[in-house]
């Protein structure tokens, strides 16, 4: 008698459960130009191709929009996840503005360019936050040497002063030091002033860092010859903002130092 009542009982709320409306779930798909969640899978590429001269304010873009999904042709990604956002900032006239927020991620480069890039000469404002977790914190700025991103010179500036590195695939050779200009890194990264950084770069292998109009570094590689450029952040916490960016073609011949 039981077991009968059992099975009747399990049968009705089997039937009522078949008559109960359905909770469905849309998938919630991301709307354009909006930044998502850390689920996201970012796509991955290097250099986008695109063209000289390459000029940039980051005015038309939405606030807190991922650079690299806006506007896939001007700016690509290398590194598995990253999200190099636009924000608010202040110019050096204290005017509203908007900006590149660069923050690290595993290592992860904003790039920007071609493989075929040559003969260029790149100007930019970049502004340290001023907040440093390790000693060592800095700026890197990559010259690829190629469109992959495999071969590159890793320009450091920093607390610890300059130094160029030269990577090719997973091996890295430290190629030139500056560190007398610790104190000119110090107050690079700590000021939370706007400065101009300017790099050129010749298919003759000369490469030149300069900074506010004072030369940085000069390197003659024997590698380079074309390549676009990579910019990433060398600590946990440490955040730049990245403005105004302007890469032109160079036609003079060059000179030597």
């Known amino acids: 008698m039981a077991r009968g009542w059992l099975l009747f009982v399990?049968?009705?709320?089997?039937?009522?459960?078949?008559?109960?409306?359905?909770?469905?779930l849309e998938p919630q798909v991301p709307l354009p130009q909006v930044e998502v969640g850390k689920g996201q899978i970012t796509p991955q590429w290097v250099l986008p191709g695109n063209p000289l001269p390459h000029?940039?304010?980051?005015?038309?873009?939405?606030?807190?929009?991922?650079?690299?999904?806006?506007?896939p042709k001007r700016y690509g990604l290398?590194?598995?996840?990253?999200?190099?956002?636009?924000?608010?900032?202040?110019?050096?006239?204290?005017?509203?503005?908007?900006?590149?927020?660069?923050?690290?991620f595993d290592g992860a480069f904003l790039t920007t360019g071609a493989g075929d890039w040559t003969n260029y000469r790149v100007r930019m404002d970049v502004k340290s936050l001023g907040n440093p977790y390790w000693?060592?914190?800095g700026l890197l700025l990559r010259v690829f040497l190629d469109p992959a991103g495999t071969r590159a010179l890793e320009f450091y500036f920093g607390l610890e002063g300059i130094e160029l590195t030269k990577v090719l695939g997973e091996q890295r050779q430290v190629v030139a030091k500056r560190p007398e200009l610790r104190e000119a890194g110090r107050g690079f990264i700590?000021?939370?002033m706007w400065h101009r950084l300017e790099v050129?770069?010749?298919?003759?292998?000369?490469?030149?860092?300069s900074m506010d109009g004072g030369e940085l570094l000069f390197w003659q590689d024997?590698?380079?010859?074309?390549?676009?450029?990579?910019?990433?952040?060398?600590?946990?916490?440490?955040?730049?903002?990245?403005?105004?960016?302007?890469?032109?073609?160079?036609?003079?011949?060059?000179?030597?130092?």
């Open 200 to 209: 050129t770069a010749r298919n003759t292998g000369e490469v030149r860092f």
């Open 135 to 137: 000693g060592s914190a």
């Open 10 to 24: 399990g049968a009705l709320l089997g039937l009522l459960g078949a008559c109960a409306p359905r909770l469905v």
């Open 55 to 71: 000029v940039d304010d980051f005015e038309s873009y939405p606030l807190g929009a991922v650079l690299t999904t806006i506007a």
């Open 190 to 192: 700590m000021d939370k």
């Open 78 to 104: 290398l590194g598995k996840e990253a999200r190099f956002t636009i924000t608010e900032a202040l110019n050096p006239q204290n005017a509203v503005t908007r900006a590149v927020r660069l923050a690290r």
């Open 222 to 257: 024997p590698d380079f010859r074309q390549g676009g450029l990579g910019l990433g952040v060398h600590d946990p916490d440490l955040v730049f903002y990245l403005d105004n960016l302007e890469v032109t073609p160079l036609s003079e011949p060059s000179k030597a130092p």
